[in-house]
């Protein structure tokens, strides 16, 4: 059976049947690398994502690709990994996008991201935070819009040590930019925080939303905050975790 394990991969290389190549390669995770709507520095941000082992993603520029989250997403990709912040999309995409997460697929949301689809309340829900804009009452309590800084020095703590995600994680001291007054979620499943003046208590949590797992990672504004070697740990472990690996 050489010959045909042989040709099987010549096909692969060429790109003529990607099915058998992902079925060739179990142990890969394959993501939706979404952004746009807020700058960043992307040299060391996509060097980050090609460092990962055994993860491989395609870009999704939001919200010129936001057509690609719909259902069947779920059988080429494992998660979608969120570092856009857009102001929206079409209201058939967002239904489009619920139909997807219903059906499973793995979520992992990083920084601003918070921040995006600010008038869209679903997302809220499916992310289980926000960072608000203007006045707003959520769960009850009024909310005014939320504060950030740049180049503060954050101590992490490990709230939840036993979850797949924090394993090998202790507290731990991050540069970067700080979020106050941001909206949590009361069902989310806190994993780390932190008492920093300037920032909201919770920095990474994890739900559920339909058949989705998903993983908001407050933390990640610039290339000091990912070359903190937590961060790269944090964000592996995590896009694992959403595609139930
Ligand atoms: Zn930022």
Known sequence: ?????????????????????AADKPDTTRILLTFGGHGFEEPPFFAMFDALPGIEYTK????????????GLQKEYDAVVMY????????????????????????????????????WDEFTKII???????????EGKPYKTSTWSHDELLKV?????????????????IHDESYGGFYTASDVHVLLTTDHPKNAPNIAWTK???????????????????????????LEQGIRWVAGK
Not at 3 to 15: E, K, P, Q, S
Not at 86 to 114: C, M, P, R, W, Y
Not at 157 to 169: K, L
Request: glycine fraction near 12%.
């Open 1 to 21: 059976m050489r010959w045909l394990a042989a040709m099987l991969l010549a096909l692969c290389i060429a790109g003529t049947i990607g099915s058998a190549c």
């Open 60 to 71: 999704a520029e939001m919200p010129k690709d936001a057509g690609l989250l719909k259902p």
């Open 84 to 119: 856009d912040m857009v102001g929206g999309i079409t209201s058939d995409q967002q239904q489009a996008f619920v139909e997807l997460l219903k059906q499973g697929i793995g979520v992992v949301s990083l920084h601003h991201n918070l921040g995006a689809h600010r008038d």
């Open 128 to 138: 289980g935070g926000k960072f608000v804009f203007g006045d707003v009452v959520l």
């Open 157 to 173: 703590h490990v709230a939840d040590a036993a979850h797949p995600i924090t394993q090998g994680i202790r507290d731990f001291e």
């Open 208 to 234: 559920t939303y339909g058949n989705s797992r998903v993983f908001h990672l407050m933390l990640g504004h610039d290339s000091k905050a990912w070359a903190n070697p937590n961060y790269p740990k944090l």
